[in-house]
């Protein structure tokens, strides 16, 4: 049996990735399930693993996708009794999504919230996850607080803009063109700053009576650091997820003493079995029941077949797209 699947054919630009024939996964092991992938998410790491700049932990699949939707199709040994075949579900994953099937630890597993299509479930969990672990889990945003995000358009910027609003979070952000502020705007956000012709830190400052904002979301890195230093509030908490803006640069620190200060950084897909079960189930309790009563939607910009894998990626580069990209095997 073969199944099909992306593959990165050599490290380099979008057209290194294949759709082949490939060998059928094995069968799911202890508290691992089976599911038939229905749509797969496009993330920015994949992009970066395709360029050979973000390999997969030991044991993971080669091929790219770290999020899916889809049904079981088969339970392994000690599978909790809540999952049966049949079950239509969402997944982080480690690698793998950009296939026919996927193995997928329990623990990984979402329900697809009513309401919402098996499909556009698929661009969920890798948001949600990362949102939720980064700044509600770890940076702890409170009702109340302010809170920038960088980059409102992505698909971690319309998620976070969501959930945020529906926790009575004042939200600003930054994006790269009216369309996509426009975009910002209708999801909940506040304050829809673009980083192209205005200064974010001085219109932060002048927003919030030069206090600042509590936490902010950042994807950007190092040319970013010092003037996300200058944005926050006394206590406030600086999270980045992501290096668009490179890993090196010069920084004054005096202000993270005056002001007390916390940058923090962390990814997902490191993390270990446990932690990533205790992730998702902290999401499901806590951002499941906002996406069923409607108040955080999946904002879905396009859908690809498998074989425009590449298509996907030319796409993601550009970042024109606003909300999440779906490959459809």
């Excluded at 749509?39 to 030991?58: E, M």
């Excluded at 108040?295 to 074989?307: D, H």
């Amino acid at each position: 049996m073969t199944m099909k699947a992306v593959v990165i054919s050599s490290p380099g630009g979008p057209e290194a990735l294949e759709v082949r024939e490939v060998e059928d996964l094995p069968a799911p092991g202890d508290g691992e399930v089976l599911v038939k992938v229905a749509a797969a998410g496009v993330n920015r790491a994949d992009t970066v693993q395709r360029q050979g700049k973000y390999p997969p932990p030991p044991g993971a699949s080669l091929y790219p996708g770290l999020e899916c939707s889809g049904t079981i199709v088969a339970l392994g040994a000690n599978v909790p009794p809540r999952w049966a075949v049949g079950d239509q579900v969402c997944a982080l994953l480690t690698g793998g999504g950009y296939a026919e099937k996927v193995v997928v630890p329990t623990g990984q597993l979402l329900p697809v919230p009513e309401g919402v299509l098996l499909t556009d479930a698929a661009g969920l969990p890798e948001v949600a996850c990362t949102v939720w672990s980064t700044v509600f889990m770890t940076s702890h945003l409170s009702p109340g607080e302010s809170f920038l995000i960088h980059g409102g358009s992505s698909g971690i910027g319309t998620f976070a803009i969501q959930i945020a609003k529906h926790l009575g979070i004042k939200v600003f952000v930054t994006a790269g063109s009216e369309e996509k502020l426009a975009a910002c705007k209708d999801l909940g956000a506040d304050v829809c700053i673009n980083y192209k012709t205005e200064d974010f830190v001085a219109r932060i400052k002048e927003e919030t009576d030069g206090k600042g904002v509590d936490v902010i979301l950042d994807n950007i890195g190092g040319s970013y650091l010092q003037r996300n230093l200058n944005s926050l509030a006394v206590d406030g908490r600086l999270f980045i997820i992501g290096f668009m803006g490179g890993v090196v640069t010069e920084v004054n620190l005096a202000v993270m003493l005056a002001r007390r200060l916390t940058v923090q950084a962390a990814g997902l897909r490191n993390r270990n079995l446990t932690n990533k079960a205790q992730i998702v189930s902290e999401v499901e309790k806590n951002v499941w029941p906002a996406v069923v009563l409607g108040k955080v939607k999946p904002v879905v910009y396009k859908t690809f077949p498998l074989s425009e894998a590449a298509e996907s990626h030319k796409l993601m580069e550009t970042s024109s797209h606003i909300g999440k990209i779906l490959l459809i095997p």
